[in-house]
């Protein structure tokens, strides 16, 4: 089955830094990948989509100079949370959607997290 | 705007149970529908998938049922296992151009030994 990676999966930072995530298919090409953050015992929110080579769309209530997306390569996906605060500790959970399973249902695979700690 | 809602948000059964855990969501335009298991602070596994001109998926003890009209899934787990203790979220993906995927807060199940 389709894997996604992300690395790192635990980061302690101090408040005011920035902290890169990133988010890895490694067996296959991910023409859009998403982000989520999830708070403790709450479903995952959607953060933003993007698609490979254009710019990420977020969602309402989303600062996109917080959090910046890159999506360089059909395998690779970049979160940067730019001056950290302590608000801003969660899960965040990648997910990338295999370009060539369109007729498959859009099925999308999930990384395994990646829980930051702002102090 | 689509709405999951998932009932109960916790679950304890002794070992051996059958269970039924539910979701409902308010928009039927859906293009499928997906069940996930998440371990503690893990990611999410994908458990079953189900298109929206089916009724229902079968994989092992596990039985996802579909019935877009009412706006309901179930997930069926048979023979219920320590091992199955999990946060189960139903997911529901939209049938707009952009096939966006909404979840509801999961249900907690812990199987007793």
Known sequence: ?119 | KQEVTQIPAALSVPEGENLVLNCSFTDSAIYNLQWFRQDPGKGLTSLLLIQSSQREQTSGRLNASLDKSSGRSTLYIAASQPGDSATYLCAVRSSGSARQLTFGSGTQLTVLP
């Open chain 1, 1 to 119: 089955g389709a894997v996604v990676s992300q690395h790192p999966s635990r980061v302690i930072c101090k408040s005011g830094t920035s902290v890169k995530i990133e988010c890895r298919s490694l067996d296959f090409q991910a023409t859009t990948m998403f982000w989520y953050r999830q708070f403790p015992k709450q479903s995952l929110m959607l953060m933003a989509t993007s698609n490979e080579g254009s710019k990420a769309t977020y969602e309402q209530g989303v600062e996109k100079d917080k959090f910046l997306i890159n999506h360089a390569s059909l395998t690779l996906s970049t979160l940067t949370v730019t001056s950290a605060h302590p608000e801003d500790s969660s899960f965040y959970i990648c997910s990338a959607r295999d370009g060539t399973s369109g007729g498959a249902g859009y099925e999308q695979f999930f990384g395994p997290g990646t829980r930051l700690t702002v102090l």
